[in-house]
């Protein structure tokens, strides 16, 4: 309630006086629509026009620093155009010899300026519901008058987050999003897993200005393979358009959740900022810096986006139970309190993103480049002297002991270093006929390379390093599309023509691991006393788990749009999908929309999508080790292909059959209202059902006997002589998500000054419908409760003239984690409200200030039970960040 109290006053607090603003432009001689939009982004005002009265026009230079009204004048002088202003300070052009049309003969886009550049301080004066959308239908539509639920976050909403990932910056201003920090989870620390609307992370398809893009190497949590969002720098958005529905046949595998469409900048305007942030705690302080701008010109131009950002780790841990017992014999010492760390590595990232487009006789040529590279630290668990894995004596080594390198255990450093890279090059334009093309090509790499220090091979004794390569993963993507969109004579009744699109696509994916040194996986004289082979807490690729697996298909889709009426609207949706690997499948979608009165729209959907199975689900394999928080020793588990020779081994158990993976089917079911009473408000509420059978997850694990480590041993498994346990990827269960999403956006003037207010509120249950197939009860609970059933964020943003003020309240429900390494129980963990607020000033026309906090109250999440015997407070599986307040300060300069 405190916070509530709190949150309500910061926000009564908003209103302040303010000046006059005059803004530095620079608009070059080029086609109208392109100089009104530059206009629009470089003031972040609304500017409405027909496209048809722009058509063929071109607007006058404009340079210097002056406000709106001024430049609107020059830029439209001798067009025949004129401009006024409403009460709401949206600007509207039309002829000055004629009225607007009737809304009848109106086009159905009337925004020229879809989405608006903010100001210095990153206010957005376009209300996002009224963005043009592309995502999910062909034709460009307002956000609310598409039959499919779409949610746009504009430039403001995506500035918001202090945080450079872009995975955080989604979880905090979407409801129905989720990320979780993963800490001592080898390469998913770095990687992180997310969720949307409960559903696997590859159950959601990411795409950028509308094509694929490719998935990280990196597997993570139950199996998912999706895109690591890291690495895509956010100074370099537009928008981000938020398909919540399946769109399978629409973008092929892995639309099932939804779609999630990067729609990146083309302008030329020129900026930078700088940003420090520190938590609460004086830790995980990070620096950031970056740049955008570019050219353009009447035939195109390029935009260049730099983020560079430099992290420090942080820890909410208390010291180890083994390291307390230590202590107690050998009170001299020297361990730190605690010995090890619980939270954020230590990251340094660079990124960048590149777009260009120039228009040719033969149409637009466009293409995006981006490229990352980041590395990163983090601990892993302490070994104390007394493990015997690693400290026992071995008659191999004679006197020699472990501890003549660590007399006090020691800590492993695991390390990864990450390459990314992403490209598209296309050609659109008019064939002639009404028909319209869009030719492009793709490619996209991963690379992920781990190491590891202040470790040992405790199997090779004294001849081991302390240091290791270990190995790394590649992810290779290859795609060519040919998308093609035209009109079709309707039936005379109809409001207008058939909107057909049709294409064909073809992809290419490739998955390679790479052997690490071989030391990292030598099995070790010391190896038959006891004593773990490869390098300690996470052993090397070997040379026969380095191979290269490769997954191709094609498809066809066809999609058509019709209008009978004024009031309605539908679509149907097929695509066809064949790959090499399992076969075909048909995907189709149905979408309705319909006017009930002028303010209120109902909308619905019926789809079936699936999900294919990747190569490295299919193939790749995985020894990793951990410590046990009973005993605190070291164990080995493993996770192998279901078409290997260990699934064999497993599968002459009685009872036992680890079987080829097969696609996920799923098929979803939506229907909603949209309600727009006046011109500043608009709600949404739409309900959804989602069923998915033959989930891909991690199966069982499989407790091994001596014979079978010994045939694993046989088999150059790395550490296969001490794996205790095994497991697969399989089709495991099928599952039914059920729930409501909820948007409310209300925007108005008051005081002179613009205010927006947000709402959005996300219900969502998923339910394993074949759980008698599971012998763990817990488990099923725990799978279905592991992410909140209940969310919620809440916005206010206030803006008049050189102040900006933004407050932002995220309500988090409860959600569950095992109790204990066995899973045999679950510890439910309480909702939780986090209040983030700033202020940003405007110092000068091109200089900003803004400054602020996130977990604005310091709240932390209920204190975990496991694995708190190795200092863990708080849940590493928590589906948000849990190290505390943190505040920043961030310079926005316009150059």
Known sequence: ???????????????????????????????????????????????????SDLTGLRGQAVKGDMPVEQALGQLLSGTGLRYSSDVNGVWVIRPAASEARRPAERKAVPVLAPVIKPRLQQTEALRTYDTVVVTGARIGLPAYESMSPIEVLGQTDLAAPVSDDF?????????????????????????????????????????????????SAMLNTGGSQSSDLANIPTNALQRVEVLRDGASAQYGSDAIAGVINIITRDDAAPEAFAQYSQYYEGDGIQKRLGYGGGLRGPDGGVRLSLDYSDAASTSRARQRLDALQYL??????????????????????????????????????????????????SDFNWRSPMTPSAYAPSAAFGDWSLSEIYPYGFKPQFGQEERDAYTTLGLKGEAGGGLSYDLSAGFGQNRIDYFLYDTVNASMGPDSPTRFDTGGLRQQEYNLNADFQTELPAPPAFREPLNLAFGLERRLERYSIVAGDPASYEIGPGAADGLTSGSNGFPGYTEAQARTYDQSSWAAYADVEARPDDHSQFGIALRFEEFDTFGSRLSGKVSLRHELTENLMLRGTVSTGFKAPTPAQIYSERTSQGVAPDTLDVFTNGRFSPTGPVADIISERSGVSIRPLRPESSVNLSAGLVFRPSDGLVATLDAYNIEVTDRIFTSESFTLDATERARLAALGVPGGESITTVNFYQNSFDTRTTGVDLVVAYDRTLAS??????????????????????????RVDRFERLFPRNSMVGSLRYTRSAISFDTRLRWIGSWADFTNQDADFVQVFGSELFVDASIAFDLTDRLTMRIGAENLFNGYPDEATLEASKGLIYSRNAPYDTD????????????
Request: charged letters at 20%.
């Open 884 to 895: 505390g307040g943190l505040y920043y300060i961030r310079f926005s300069a316009r150059l």
């Open 167 to 215: 995975a955080d910056v989604l979880a905090d201003v979407l409801p129905s999003f989720f990320v979780q920090r993963r800490p001592l989870s080898d390469g998913a620390v770095f990687v992180r897993p997310y969720s949307l609307r409960n559903l696997s992370a590859d159950h959601t398809l990411i795409l950028v200005n509308g094509k694929r893009r490719h998935r």
């Open 753 to 778: 000054g613009d205010l927006h207010l947000g709402l959005s509120f996300n219900y969502n249950n998923t339910e394993v419908l074949n759980a008698g197939s599971i012998g763990n009860a817990s």
């Open 328 to 377: 107690e014999q050998h009170p001299d010492a020297d361990i730190g309190d605690p010995v090890q760390k619980w939270g954020q590595p230590e990251r340094e990232d660079f990124r960048a993103l590149l777009t260009g487009d120039h228009t040719t006789a033969l149409g637009e040529v466009y293409g995006l480049v981006n490229a990352s590279q980041g590395q990163g630290v």
């Open 1 to 51: 309630m405190r916070s509530v109290c709190l949150f309500l006053l910061t926000c009564a607090a908003a209103v302040s006086p303010a000046m006059a603003q005059t803004y530095f432009l620079r608009v070059p001689d080029m086609p109208l629509a392109d100089a009104v939009n530059l206009l629009s982004e470089q003031t972040g005002s609304v500017i409405i026009a027909e496209a």
